[in-house]
């Protein structure tokens, strides 16, 4: 079990369904995963990503991504992040991949997603299924290196091919992609490119292209701290069939919106876990380590900061279950409430780690040391899928909308 996260603290959000799936993905964890040791070169990240990837298909992980059941993404994120940032990084992929098919298609298993009655279904709803099923890798390509948080600077292109007789119509992807998450080991690509660039973020659209369509490179790996398959893609002149772009065309962006929306609360879920595996490490510590002839836990600043940690851990749960609480109970959008879980959560996993760490002392800087990896690991989770600076600008604007205050919010 993760030790130091339960239920109980967010028993108000869960439903008894939720209660089951924890002690599902606990046993996984226990069994599949193992301690929280970290691969030691990108081969080696990149090889049991695809063995963790097939492993929770087939014992049913990512049965909540296919549902829509943002708390049981949630639960997922919370015990994978406490067991394995790695483990973590492959079931949110799968989730950023599979989301978009399940938005713009309105489900995965079939009776909404298949064309004029009985067709085949859409390509990025196969993609998904088998993704879910632990039978593909997806990626989610939309950041590039001139364009990160602001999309308007999207120079990835989709140009019209209207096609000829006996070659249906499709478009022509030519651009970058930069760090994206399984780069060079993903099945399928969930790319993003400019349909009309005069358009700005109005003129984006979302395209489904498996990896092996000519014209798609993987460019190489780009290698951080904490292994994780992360690398560059190039398009060149990469043609694919009109029937891969995913909804109408300029609706990419706000696609890609709505997708961050659902899964921005389980990105705080996923730093929540890391951040309870370090306050267990670091109150493990306290106890049984003796200085001075005390336990270390004895002396009150050493209290302080176990107390600041636990108290912030758990007001980060509470927000990142709420948020997943609001849109499984119905909510159209929630995009205040998933960008201050994310916010929120992810700074304070940073500072609980940190804190973690000065408790371990020397321990906790030692490279195989669990709380040393998570040091490396929590710190990109304030900035993939919305940096804090930027959700903190979409705060701000729902609070200073003038039909906030009209409505009587304010």
Known sequence: MAKGLTLDDVAAFAEPRHREY?????????????DCV???????????????ARAMGRAGIYQPIADGDIRGCIVARELLGWWSPLADAVFALQALSSTPALIARGSLDGSESEEDGGEAPHPAVDWARRALAGDAIGAFAMTEPEAGSDPASMRTLAILDEGSEGDPAGYRLT??????????????????ASTAP???????????????TEGL?????????????????????????????????????ALAMATLDRLRPT???????????????????????????????????????????????????LLAWRAGWAKDS?????????????????????????????????????????????????????????????????????????????????
């Open 22 to 34: 924890w002690q599902s993905v606990a046993e996984f964890c226990a069994d599949e995963i193992g």
């Open 38 to 52: 970290p691969p030691g070169t990108d081969d080696e990240a990149r090889r049991r990503a695809r063995e963790l």
């Open 175 to 192: 651009g970058t992609k930069t760090f994206i998450s399984n780069a060079g080991i993903a099945d399928f690509y969930v790319v993003f």
């Open 198 to 212: 005069s358009e700005g973020a109005r003129g984006i659209s979302c395209f489904v292209v498996p990896a092996d």
């Open 217 to 253: 490179r993987f460019a190489g790996p780009q290698v951080m701290s904490a292994p994780h398959p992360l690398g560059e893609i190039r398009l060149g002149d990469c043609r694919v069939p009109a029937g891969t772009r995913l909804g109408a065309e300029g609706r990419g962006f």
């Open 267 to 317: 990105v705080g879920a996923a730093a929540c876990g890391m951040a309870g595996r370090a306050l267990w490490e670091a109150s493990e510590h306290a106890r049984s380590r003796r200085q001075f002839g005390r336990p270390l836990g004895s002396f009150q600043l050493v209290q302080e900061k176990l107390a600041q940690s636990a108290t912030e851990l758990a007001a980060g749960r």
């Open 330 to 410: 119905g909510a159209d959008r929630i995009t205040t409430q998933a960008a201050m879980a994310k916010a929120f959560c992810t700074e304070a996993a940073q500072r609980i780690v940190d804190r973690a760490v000065q408790v371990l002392g020397g321990r906790g800087v030692l490279a195989n040391h669990p709380v040393d990896h998570l040091y490396r690991s929590v710190r990109a989770l304030r900035i993939y899928e919305g940096a804090t600076e930027v959700l903190q600008l979409v705060i701000a604007r729902d609070l200073l909308r003038e039909d906030r205050a009209a409505d009587g919010r304010g």
